[in-house]
Nanobody
Framework: QVQLVESGGGLVQPGGSLRLSCVAS????????MGWFRQAPGKQRELVAQ???????TYADSVKGRFTITRDNAKNTVYLQMNSLRPEDTAVYSC????????WGQGTQVTVSS
């Protein structure tokens, strides 16, 4: 059974930082393309950042220079370091693993507010 479990969300003030974690079980995450998506109320889900199995990364324009996606294959875990957070970053953040099949985590809430 494949599971992706996210953690690290919460309430943070504008300008603050959070680090999200996504722990995979039931798959070897090192051979999957791993991504973080987010969905704000009333908006469509959007790709935030992706790290490919061969190591390259891609980011949404809105988070470039502020967010960093990394992976620790020994821990079967992907991270999203989020700095300089803005109110518009408020959303449910979900982890995704993709190869021939897509798997999704349940998501973790990130709220940026003073």
């Amino acid at each position: 059974q494949v599971q992706l479990v996210e953690s690290g969300g919460g309430l943070v003030q504008p300008g603050g930082s959070l680090r999200l974690s996504c722990v995979a079980s039931g798959i070897d995450a090192s051979i999957y393309h791993m991504g973080w998506f987010r969905q704000a109320p009333g908006k469509q889900r959007e790709l935030v950042a992706q790290i490919f199995a061969y190591g390259s990364t891609t980011y949404a324009d809105s988070v470039k220079g502020r967010f960093t996606i990394t992976r620790d294959n020994a821990k079967n875990t992907v991270y999203l370091q989020m700095n300089s957070l803005r109110p518009e970053d408020t959303a449910v953040y979900s982890c995704n693993a993709q190869r021939f099949t897509k798997y999704w985590g349940q998501g973790t809430q990130v709220t940026v507010s003073s």
